[in-house]
Structures are given as C-alpha cells and as structure tokens.
C-alpha cells in the first residue's frame, strides 16, 4: 500500500521585518528595476494580508547588506563633484554622476525613473490637496519636498531647452538651480545639476534681475530650505527656497526668455504688475500700463536701457518723473522719483543713474513706476525685462 507522506510546510518570514531594509535601497541606480519589482510585490502580499516567502526575504537581505550608497541630498550641504574627483571634503557625499544623457547610462535610468517618481507624487498631492494652503502628504521618508534627488552631468555644449526635453524636467527648475539669468548665458561646458523633481529654486541671496523678481514674488510662499555646493568643496553652500511642482508665471517667463531692457533697480518688490487693477488711491478699476517696484525712499533708479533723455519734470499723477526714448521707437518712465539726476537732451547708457526712488505724485509709498512704451503704446515690461 502506497502511503503519502505530508510536507510539512515552508517556514514564512512576515512581510514587515524586512520592509525597513527595502526602503533604505529605494534610490539604488544597479538595482532599481528589481527594487521597484520587490517593493511592488510587498505592496500587493500587504494588502491580501498573506506572508512573505523565504526567496523575497533572501533577495531583500541582499539588497539591505550591499546597496550601493548615494546622498540623501535633502536638507543637508551637498557638493558638487569637481572634474577630476577632488577637493570634495571627507563624509560628504558627491552627486549621483551622469556621464550620457542616454538610456544605456544606469545612472541616467535611475535619474529618469526618479523624475518618474516625483511627478507622481505632486499628482498625487494634488489630487489630494485642492485646497491652496493645505498641508503636503506624508511619504514614508518625510514631506514631499524630502523626495528631491539632485545628479550632476557634464555638458557636452547642449543647450537648456534641449536638456529639459531629455531629461523630463521644465527648464524653469533647471535655470533657477543652476543659477542662469536668461538661456543665452548658459556655459555648454562644465557640471550642471540636474533636479529629479520638478520645481523653483529661489535662492536667498538673489544676484541676478530673475532672481530679486522670482524673490519678491514668491515671498511668503511655503517650501522647503535646502542647502548646495556649486563647487564642491567645504564651507558654506547656497540656500534655496524650494517650491515642489512650481512653475514661472507669465511675467517670470516672459522675463527670463527675452532680452531687452534691464531692470531699473538692483532691489525691489514687486506690488502692482501690467493690466487691469484697482487704483490704491483713488479706489477704480483702471488698466494699469507699468509696474510697481517697491523699494527704501532714496533707492538708485538707472536707465534700463542706452537711449536720450527726452523729458523730465513733475505731474500730479506720476510725480517727479524721467522719460527716454530708445531706438525701434521705444520710450521707457520712471516716475513718483524723490529726486532726478539727470537733464534734458543727456544721452545715457543701459545702468547709467538718472534717479531715485520717492513717493511723489498719486502715491500710496516709497516706489517707482517703470512704463515701457513702443510707437506710444503701453507694452507689458515684464516681457521685455531682463
């Protein structure tokens, strides 16, 4: 008689003593396809509540033993790598590097996969927080803003629009942590960071005219405070305001993609752009044709571009006031100024000082108002601006 023996059973090992250890490899570039494989099977044994086999609880320990290290690059100094290697100072960590923009790179892959990522979490914030003001998700690792990886490639003479396109990300993140004030100025050679998360990046010391008007305003908005070291050595790096998921206004990119003038101050708020407003003072709806800059009583007011003065003196409306024209039939005003610095007929170059900042004429404060006109009509200056 044939007799069947039982098989004992398997010994199993619970799915959470070994989610901590999957976790901590989520960002490893040699072994993201089979992280994302083990992590998306725990999901699925989670949630019908069975058992984890002994096989996934081999794989997960190899992965928790030899993950390749790479930076938690959130809220801490992070270099940039220097080109042969060197000058990083010890215990902190180089950027991931990608050396092709090209999918045979493992590091490009990771880099991809994580943009990947991100963009599904601000969906998904989004989804979840409709409501302006309202608090970003918990992730497993922190908030939202915890998600941000930064790489690091070196160029190979492309351009910023071209780079966005291939790497998946708005050249708005891409310029505002790189620091470039207008697509033309961009190095084509050289470490240029790479952000796996879309965004802006505004810095707390702004240097450059996109970066005081993104500055004044994104003022008040929330964020998160991040710290990174262009050159990659120790000492003290530079501090972002990161904005998950934000993009440039139509101001902000009209200034940032055209060349024109320059603007009229070093620093400023911005308080009243171009178009219809509410005027402060009188309390009617009238089409606004400048901008509003405000800055401290006395501030240096400069030509935003070469051209003559054609006329200054003082109005009930705009005040003390200065106008130049320009070639292509341009003419820019400085108006509400507490005093002028310049005279009739002066011819003046982009930069040159002509006056400064009052609160004269139909005015609320210490600012100025810039207008740009072309053959006598009011054109919107933050697309001229640079």
Excluded at 238 to 248: D, I
Excluded at 279 to 293: A, K
Excluded at 301 to 325: H, Q
Aim: glycine content about 10%; some cysteine; overall charge positive.
């Amino acid at each position: 008689m044939n007799v069947r023996r039982r098989q004992s059973p398997k010994k199993r090992t619970p799915v959470g003593s070994i989610l901590t250890n999957v976790r901590t490899v989520a960002h490893a570039p040699r072994f993201a396809l089979p992280t994302q494989f083990l992590k998306n099977k725990i999901r699925k044994l989670q949630g019908g509540g069975k058992e984890f086999s002994l096989p996934f609880f081999i794989l997960a320990l190899f992965f928790a033993f030899y993950p390749p290290a790479l930076p938690a690059v959130f809220g801490q100094d992070i270099p940039a790598p220097s080109p042969d290697g060197a000058g990083e100072p010890r215990g902190q960590p180089a950027f991931p590097l990608i050396t092709r923009l090209d999918p045979g790179d493992g590091v490009f892959r990771q880099y991809l996969a994580d943009v990947e990522t991100a963009r599904l979490l601000l969906f998904s914030r989004r989804r979840s927080s409709p409501l302006q003001g309202a608090e970003e998700p918990e992730l497993p690792g922190g908030t939202l803003g915890e998600a941000l990886t930064i790489y690091a490639y070196r160029l190979r003479g492309e351009d910023l629009l071209s780079l966005a396109a291939r790497c998946n990300v708005p050249y708005a993140a891409l310029a505002t942590l790189n620091r470039i004030p207008h697509p033309q100025e961009m190095a084509r050679e050289g470490v240029f960071l790479l952000p796996s998360m879309p965004g802006l990046f505004v810095p707390e010391e702004p240097e450059t005219d996109l970066e005081r008007l993104l500055r004044s305003s994104r003022d008040g908005e929330g964020g998160a405070v991040i710290t990174v070291r262009h050159d990659g050595k120790s000492g003290e790096g530079q501090r972002f305001l990161f904005l998950p998921g934000a993009e440039f206004t139509a101001t902000e990119r009209a200034f940032f993609l055209t060349r024109g003038f320059r603007f009229p101050l070093k620093a400023y708020r911005l308080t009243s752009g171009f178009g219809p407003r509410i005027n402060p003072v009188t309390g009617n709806l009238r089409n606004h044709q400048g901008l509003d800059l405000a800055a401290p009583m006395g501030t240096e007011v400069y030509a935003a571009r070469d051209g003559t003065v054609t006329d200054i003196g003082e109005d009930s409306i705009y005040g003390k006031y200065v106008i130049i024209r320009h070639k292509d039939n341009w003419t820019s005003l400085y108006g509400h100024l507490s005093e002028i610095n310049t005279a009739l007929r002066r011819d003046v170059q982009s930069g040159t000082l002509i006056g400064r900042v009052g609160s004269t004429g139909q005015s609320t404060g210490p600012h100025l108002h810039f207008e740009l006109r072309q053959h006598g009509k009011a054109q919107d200056p933050g697309r001229l601006l640079f």
